[in-house]
């Protein structure tokens, strides 16, 4: 299948500027249309776009200061951001100009032609005289036919905008029609080049021949902006002796082209495309929001009960997540450079919390209550720890948990460490995290863990995660760039969503990796195929491991008879943390069972930091002088 190709960054940005002009134009026939002032939010709602939003609205009115401005009447009053009311510049034209040369001024303006009625009505404005006016003086300036004329019966154009014929049509008979071709060039300030580029297609389409229908096909097929009297021109090259240039220029108006400033008209392919590019153009930074401030003054955001009403349904109303920063920027047009953001964003967020419809799932994010998928909420069954009491011959259990006084060795450090900590079996989280935790954090893929795509918080520092709210949702940055939505449930211990992830990694037990936190809801994972030396078990190891647990579960072993199996498979001994990792692939067993079994038995002893089980040892079963630290 064949793929369009990249475009070259002088290219998109050639259509950046393309597409800036063009939301300008929409912006600008709007204000026309309703003959005031508007708000951003108004100019979005009456443009009626899906791409236009009044966000994308703020950006193109800020960075066509030379067309646009605030209304005068709103300045040394203390206006939010949203109340802001937009103008067109025209219409604080120099009264001291002619009447003609104004009007020529709004029609160039607008790039289009207009209706007498707005014309007029922007005539006033300027003037400060009544409508009607203005009305019967437009009418009589279009009947001499000279600098206006009609498209519409109450719709007039420029001239100007015509292709000039007539000094052409005078030596019909003394010239050739290249000759006369080129005459017409040159008055019109057109070059061979401009319009040679056209003339295939224009020949091919026939574009004299109903040309209402043929003039959009050729804008789609060209698929960028063509000069009005480019068009003119291929119509008269086509058919010379009957080129009426008021007839075409009324046909390219009534085609359905849109026309932009400078006597240019796109095709709706092109109004498509340029519209695709609203988003980015959305997300640009604008430098003059500081003079916006000096014209008017700061306050920061009051919220009415309407207001939040409309934040908290653009929250139920969404599929997924909804920033606080987003509502702020789009509803209120409140930008990160607005000297009040901060403060106004707080307002937001804390008016989200506050409603109950509304679940804040950490940072700035929102979603509808009751959205979560339901297995951020428990503890999958695979990570819970089985409850079997195993007794031996005489009655008495062979399992038996000591207290941490009564482990041998370093056994009380060992099963402190982080690695050997797991869900539902860990110390108590600290109640005041690390206020300035640090930003990376590496971690190691348990083998139960890696079956479901979760992950225990306990093998973070404290506060490497916000503690509040109960469940956040993240971004995790995956290595090859593909990004994951990853929740993190504060009560549950857990992480969840990883499990497409895991899936990827070929170690069963012990891979490693590094987290880093970029945000409170952003985070970026780093995995070289590295493994975690005393917790990684191979392909092989597991595979006998779960012949083990089948073998547990159908004579029902207890857990002293499962830990002797794994040791004497090292007959050199085995390191506590490596015992605990291939222990719990046989059954979910909690580290201090493991512990206080290895302590408890004399048939297990520790020699040079690793424990070895010893088969001569093994009649004399529990050790008595641990019998005072059993937990009953």
Request: hydrophobic letters at 35%; glycine letters at 4%; proline letters at 7%.
């Amino acid at each position: 299948m064949a793929t369009a190709a990249p475009q070259k960054p002088e290219e998109q940005n050639k259509d950046l500027t393309l597409a800036s002009l063009y939301a300008a134009d929409l912006i600008c026939n709007t204000l026309l249309q309703a003959g005031t002032a508007l708000r951003t939010i108004d100019i979005a709602r009456d443009i009626a776009l899906p791409e236009f939003d009044a966000k994308l609205a703020r950006v193109i009115l800020i960075t066509h200061r030379e067309r646009f401005t605030l209304d005068p009447t709103q300045n040394n009053q203390r206006v939010a951001p949203r109340e802001r009311r937009w103008t067109l510049w025209l219409r604080y034209m120099d009264t001291s100009h002619s009447f003609d040369r104004n009007l020529q001024r709004i029609l160039l303006e607008a790039g289009r032609p207009l209706r007498i009625e707005v014309l007029a009505r922007e005539m006033s404005a300027i003037y400060h005289r009544p409508q009607e006016v203005y009305d019967d003086i437009i009418r009589r300036y279009v009947i001499d036919g000279k600098r206006y004329f009609h498209v519409e019966n109450t719709t007039i154009a420029l001239t100007s905008w015509l292709l000039e014929t007539e000094a052409s049509l005078e030596a019909i008979f003394s010239k050739t029609q290249q000759e006369r071709e080129e005459e017409i060039l040159f008055d019109n300030f057109l070059t061979p080049e401009e319009v040679g580029r056209y003339l295939p297609l224009a020949e091919e389409l026939k574009l004299l021949s109903n040309p209402i229908e043929k003039i959009p096909l050729f804008l789609d097929r060209v698929d960028e902006p063509v000069n009005g009297k480019v068009l003119q021109f291929l119509a008269y090259h086509l058919d010379p002796e009957n080129f009426d240039a008021r007839k075409f220029y009324t046909a390219i108006y009534r085609s359905g082209a849109f026309p932009l400033q400078g006597n240019l008209w796109i095709g709706s392919k092109t109004e498509t495309r340029l519209r695709a590019l609203f988003p980015i153009l959305a997300e640009q930074e604008v430098g003059d929001e500081v003079e916006l401030q000096k014209e008017q003054e700061i306050l920061p955001l009051e919220l009415t009960d309407e207001d939040k009403e409309i934040l908290v349904q653009k929250v139920l109303q969404s599929e997924g997540t909804t920033f606080a920063n987003k509502l702020l920027e789009e509803h209120f047009e409140i930008p990160p450079s607005y000297p009040t953001y901060q403060q106004d964003l707080q307002t937001v967020t804390e008016a989200l919390k506050e409603d109950p419809r509304v679940l804040w799932v950490g940072s700035l994010r929102f979603r509808p209550q009751g959205s979560l998928p339901p297995y951020v909420y428990t503890v999958p069954s695979i990570l819970h720890y089985p409850q079997e009491t195993y007794f031996d011959a005489d009655g008495n259990p062979i399992d038996v948990l000591l207290e941490d006084e009564g482990f041998d060795g370093n056994l009380r450090q060992e099963i402190l460490n982080p690695l050997a900590q797991d869900v539902l079996d860990e110390e108590e989280p600290l109640p005041e995290p690390d206020p300035n935790p640090p930003t990376t954090a590496r971690a190691v893929i348990k083998y139960h863990h890696k079956q479901i795509g979760t992950m225990p918080l306990c093998q973070f520092p404290p506060g490497f995660f916000p503690p509040k709210p109960t469940i956040l949702e993240t971004e995790f940055m995956l290595p090859g760039g593909h990004t994951a939505q990853i929740w993190v449930n504060n009560e549950t211990r857990l992480l969840y969503g990883l499990f497409d992830w895991f899936s990827t990694i070929p170690i069963d037990s012990g891979a490693t990796f590094t987290l880093e936190r970029q945000a409170p809801d952003r985070y970026v994972v780093n995995y070289n195929d590295e493994s975690e030396p005393i917790m990684f078990i191979s392909r092989n190891r597991i595979n006998e491991l779960l012949e083990l647990q089948q073998r547990a579960e159908n004579e029902q072993l207890p857990n002293f008879e499962i830990l002797r199996h794994i040791m004497e498979h090292y007959r050199k001994g085995i390191e506590y943390l490596t015992l605990l990792t291939e222990a719990n692939v046989v059954r979910r067993m909690k580290r201090r069972m493991v512990a206080s079994i290895l302590s408890g038995y004399h048939c297990f002893f520790q020699r040079g930091g690793v424990w070895v089980f010893d088969a001569r040892k093994l009649s004399q079963g529990f050790d008595r002088s641990k019998r005072k630290y059993i937990i009953h």
